[in-house]
């Protein structure tokens, strides 16, 4: 079953005179539940393609459409509520608040969407971590993994149906970034939540059920729709 589309998905950034195509009239859909890594090159449109997907920024042109909801012909304050509840985002860089402890950054997002917790999905989320004994540290007290692990469990807060992570094992060394990933994908899988994850590792590629190769702004390879 399909959880969003897009069609004709281009982004264009004007600076001075030149146009740079970030991304080139991008097409495909993505299958509830399923885990799909997008790589390429530097440069090819990897995060483009990825806050477009989660609604961070407009297209140029093209549609992007998370179940029967066309993401850009929501208003502002309507897209952040989807976003908020449906979407959730890991980066590259670790971004906790750092006055706040592990369980209150996770819980951050519940807070900020006026929701009580539910306490039996966190203590879910946070044993499936294993970030139980870093809950009252400070993030400035964690090593850059365990960042990454509250930075997956604030994102899951709010049950979302996608995780979008851009590189996020990309501050990491080899066996944490593994770890990380792992983690990602078996929480995911757990909770059905469909993965989009975009990586230059291709061993990292090599774990999802589907591979998306850009280049250039353009689809140069897919290994297909599995669902
Ligand atoms: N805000 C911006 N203004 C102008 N050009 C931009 C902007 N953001 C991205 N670009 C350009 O769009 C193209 C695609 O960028 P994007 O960040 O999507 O690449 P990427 O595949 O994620 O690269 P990386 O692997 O280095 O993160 C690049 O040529 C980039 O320079
Ligand atoms: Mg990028």
Redesign the pocket.
């Known amino acids: 079953m399909e959880i969003m589309h897009c069609e004709n998905l281009s982004k264009i950034?004007q600076?001075g005179e030149a146009s740079?195509f970030?991304l080139d009239d991008v097409s495909l859909s993505l299958a509830s539940g399923s885990f799909t890594a997008i790589t390429?090159p530097?440069?090819?449109?990897?995060?483009?393609l990825l806050h477009l997907l989660g609604g961070l920024d407009k297209p140029t042109k093209g549609t992007v459409y998370y179940r029967e909801n066309d993401l850009y012909k929501y208003n502002d304050n309507q897209l952040s509520v989807l976003r908020r509840r449906r979407f959730g985002f890991v980066f590259q860089s670790y971004n906790l608040v750092k006055e706040l402890t592990g369980y209150e950054n996770i819980l951050l997002p519940v807070m900020l969407d006026s929701r009580q917790p539910d306490e039996a999905y966190l203590n879910r989320i946070i044993d499936l971590l294993g970030i139980r004994d870093r809950m009252s540290h400070l993030p400035s007290a964690m090593s850059g993994g365990q960042q990454q692990r509250f930075c997956i469990a604030r994102a899951l807060a709010n049950k979302p149906a996608i995780l979008f992570a851009d590189e996020p094992t990309g501050n990491l060394d080899g066996k944490a970034g593994r770890e990380v990933l792992t983690l990602l994908r078996t929480v995911s899988h757990e909770l059905g939540i469909t993965l989009v994850l975009v990586t230059?590792d291709l061993h990292v590629a090599e774990q999802a059920d589907r591979v998306i190769k850009?280049e250039d702004g353009k689809i140069a390879g897919d290994s297909g729709v599995t669902v």
């Not at 530097?42 to 483009?48: A, L, N, V």
């Open positions: 950034y600076t740079v970030a390429g530097s440069g090819s449109g990897k995060s483009t230059h850009l």
